[in-house]
């Protein structure tokens, strides 16, 4: 670890860069806006607008021209200056240090500024943001695993939650990010967590439809028919009401997720599917051996709600499921199957 840099040594280097700065970047780019007004079509007509016929400006109004565009340049460069090096220079070195500078280094990803500022000791690692975020759970959503790694050495707190209750492993799994999710799982973090609304890290990574970061979830051990305390939904109910996503099913109905499953309402993940219009899902629920026959505590069944919410797409698709079935139940018929008195009436004349 490398010592800070005392208050004398941040002092100098930061009037070093202002002279440098100063001295050498409104040098350089007012030489390229220079060099570029001067080979611009707009100045080649003012010089030679006579040869066409037409006056050209006054030499005073080309160096005005010239001047405002200078000016421009130099308005840019100053805000720069503001968001720049002299920004990180006075923030990480000059200024008192904030939990506003520390977030900052964070959002942008800066290494060697968020390992300056937590050496420095004046901001602690779990400060959260004016979100209610910590450090770990905003790295952790725009999966930045170096970042993820050095606030984990410094003793920050892999389960803390934020204001509705998430943490950063179930940012990190809504996310995709699977590296983080693999390293926060090694420190500590747990698939039991639930959020406000009693959602699982599968939960919010069914939402995120990331098939690799739900795949190795299973495997690591994730609950895949856990239920929320809201509506009484799986990750499978939660696919079937949001995205409809058929790999993200299929994974969570191969680790063996029920596709008969009822919510608080007593609906189905079919009945969701069916009531979202997701089609594609609801043809691989049904090829999985989900039962279109169950009817939800209001006593209606999925064709039902698909007429009645028009899903006509959805209704052509049960309609046709059902005519295939029919002909099955027929030929279970046949063996015990006995003609009508008037045929055997008929055959006997």
């Given at each position: 670890m490398r010592k800070s840099w005392n208050v004398k040594q941040a002092k100098s280097w930061n009037k070093c860069l202002e002279r440098r700065a100063s001295l050498t970047w409104p040098f350089l780019l007012t030489l390229c806006s220079f060099l570029?007004?001067?080979?611009?079509?707009?100045?080649?007509?003012?010089?030679?607008a006579r040869t066409q016929g037409h006056p050209p400006l006054h030499p005073t109004s080309i160096v005005l021209l010239l001047c405002l565009r200078l000016l421009l340049v130099l308005l840019d460069l100053a805000v720069v200056s503001h968001n720049g090096a002299f920004s990180r220079c006075s923030a990480s070195l000059g200024e008192p240090i904030s939990s506003e500078h520390f977030h900052r280094a964070v959002n942008v990803n800066d290494e060697d500024l968020l390992v300056q500022i937590l050496q420095g000791g004046n901001v602690k690692?779990?400060?959260?943001?004016?979100?209610?975020f910590t450090a770990l759970m905003v790295a952790a959503q725009k999966g930045f695993t170096r970042l993820v790694?050095?606030?984990v050495s410094n003793g920050t707190d892999v389960n803390l939650k934020n204001g509705s209750g998430k943490d950063s492993l179930m940012l990190a799994c809504y996310a995709g990010h699977l590296e983080v999710v693999k390293y926060l799982r090694r420190h500590g973090a747990s698939w039991e967590t639930r959020d406000l609304g009693g959602c699982t890290?599968?939960?919010?990574?069914?939402?995120?439809?990331?098939c690799n970061v739900i795949e190795w979830m299973l495997k690591d051990g994730c609950?895949?028919?856990?239920?929320d305390t809201g509506s009484g939904w799986t990750p499978l109910m939660r696919v079937s009401a949001v995205s409809g996503n058929q790999g993200v099913a299929s994974l969570l109905i191969d680790a063996g997720a029920d596709v008969n499953v009822r919510d608080k309402d007593g609906?189905?993940?079919?009945?969701?599917?069916?009531?979202?219009?997701?089609?594609?899902?609801?043809?691989?629920?049904l090829d999985k051996g989900a039962d279109a026959s169950v009817k939800n505590e209001f006593g209606?069944?999925?064709?039902?709600?698909?007429?009645?919410?028009?899903?006509?797409?959805?209704?052509?698709?049960?309609?046709?499921?059902?005519?295939?079935?029919?002909?099955?139940?027929?030929s279970l018929r046949t063996p015990g199957h006995h003609s009508p008195p008037s045929q055997v009436r008929q055959s006997r004349r």
């Open positions: 570029n007004f001067c080979r611009s079509p707009f100045l080649k007509e003012l010089v030679f690692v779990d400060v959260p943001n004016k979100f209610g790694k050095i606030l890290a599968l939960h919010w990574a069914a939402d995120g439809g990331h609950e895949v028919d856990a239920v609906k189905t993940p079919l009945m969701v599917a069916v009531l979202n219009n997701h089609e594609e899902l609801v043809q691989l629920l209606k069944g999925v064709l039902e709600m698909a007429r009645v919410f028009d899903r006509q797409n959805v209704v052509c698709l049960l309609e046709e499921r059902k005519k295939k079935q029919m002909p099955r139940k027929s």
